[in-house]
């Protein structure tokens, strides 16, 4: 693993922790009027998060359905949340403009050594998958006795797709 150890990546690394600790310092209050939402620097307002859920936890009624929205990690940002996310970057220019940098200079980041294991074992996997895979359907004891004796290297795949797929 010398690409852990190597000059980019410990660089990278230090970047990205310093870049974290910059945005978790960033805080802000959302001031919403009707369909007006106006972005502003927190300023060690009241949460009145607790007293809003006291209130209305009497109307609580034992157990019941969550209507949140599951949405993918990928899904982004509707144009709301990006506008916001805006206000906030002029709030905090110097951290946003260090992630601009950060974004630009790193979009492209991806060890050779990493990039080529990646490939390679893709394929590999990919390969003994489709190759053996009615295999991996039987029954996992008739399917390995047989297997071993035919392929020697049956037992190594046994152990990886049978234990993640099954």
């Given amino acids: 693993m010398h690409y852990a150890k190597s000059d980019r ?8 922790k310093k870049l974290k600790a910059d945005l978790s310092t960033v805080k802000y209050c959302i001031l919403t009027k009707g369909l007006s939402v106006k972005v502003r ?19 609580k009624q034992g157990a019941v359905k969550d209507y949140k929205a599951r949405l993918p990690i990928g899904s982004g940002m509707n144009h ?22 950060y974004c630009a200079k790193n979009s492209n980041y991806l060890d050779e050594t990493i990039a080529v294991f990646d490939r390679e074992i893709q394929f590999y996997v990919s390969y003994l998958f489709t190759c053996y895979k009615p295999l991996f359907f039987k ?26 797929f099954f």
Avoid: M
């Fill in 9 to 16: 990546f410990i660089s990278l690394l230090w970047e990205t």
């Fill in 41 to 59: 620097k927190y300023e060690s307002e009241i949460d009145y998060s607790p007293e809003v859920e006291e209130t209305f936890e009497r109307f």
């Fill in 80 to 101: 709301v949340e990006a506008q916001i996310l805006g206000c906030v970057a002029k709030l905090y220019p110097d951290i946003f403009s260090n992630l601009d940098n």
């Fill in 139 to 164: 029954h996992r004891k008739h399917s390995s006795h047989r297997c071993i004796s035919r392929f020697g290297v049956i037992e190594f795949i046994d152990n990886i797709f049978y234990n993640s």
